[in-house]
């Protein structure tokens, strides 16, 4: 198996309070988002990351928890 020594794995965690002051219109008291990430350096020149995030309360509107994935890729010149 090949060492890949240039990858790179992430994770992080936030947590946003949201004020309950009158008028503010939040729904929910809080946002948590917990992402985890890694970035693949497929050769000299191309990274591929592919990134996670689970996010409760988004915005503190009231929304379903959510979901997201993307992917990235940087073509270094």
Known sequence: MTERLEDISGV???YV???DA???GFADDYE???ECFHAFHANNWL???PDVQYIVNPGGMGLNNALVATLRAV???
Do not use: C, K, Y
């Open 47 to 49: 990274v591929i990351q």
């Open 75 to 77: 073509v270094q010149l």
């Open 12 to 14: 992080m965690a936030s």
């Open 32 to 34: 948590l988002a917990l």
């Open 17 to 19: 309070e949201f004020t």
């Open 22 to 24: 009158p008028g503010a």
